[in-house]
């Protein structure tokens, strides 16, 4: 069964740093492009960023360009999503999804979904 668990999420200050896992069991994340999105109450779904299946190949949103990094270990099934310099706008819900195929930002496309993990940046 596809599984996908993320962590990492937490209570930091604005400015400040964290790193979001997304863990996979059950298949081989390798032959997957994974992305990263976020969501807060009454919003919908927004895009974070996303990795090709061999990791050569990234995009990120406008909003964290520059700030984030996405990666993604194979061999460990896998995929980080490193935060930097963080803003009070950037507390969401992230949540880490899989597809088979081409890296997209389109939240439909994607077939497989974590839970999510907080992440609260406070002023």
């Known amino acids: 069964q596809v599984q996908l668990v993320e962590s990492g999420g937490g209570l930091v200050q604005a400015g400040g740093s964290l790193r979001l896992s997304c863990a996979a069991s059950?298949?081989?994340?390798?032959?997957?492009?994974m992305g990263w999105f976020r969501q807060t109450p009454g919003k919908e779904r927004e895009f974070v960023a996303a990795?090709?299946?061999?990791?050569?190949?990234?995009d990120y949103g406008d909003s964290v360009k520059g700030r984030f990094t996405i990666s993604r270990d194979n061999a460990k099934r896998t995929v980080y999503l490193q935060m930097n310099s963080l803003k009070p706008e950037d507390t969401a819900v992230y949540y880490c999804?899989?597809?088979?195929?081409?890296?997209?930002?389109?939240?439909?496309?994607?077939?497989?979904w974590g839970q999510g993990t907080q992440v609260t940046v406070s002023s």
């Open positions: 990795i090709s299946s061999s990791g050569d190949s990234t």
């Open positions: 059950g298949w081989y994340l390798r032959s997957y492009a």
């Open positions: 999804a899989a597809r088979p195929s081409w890296v997209t930002r389109t939240v439909s496309t994607y077939n497989y």
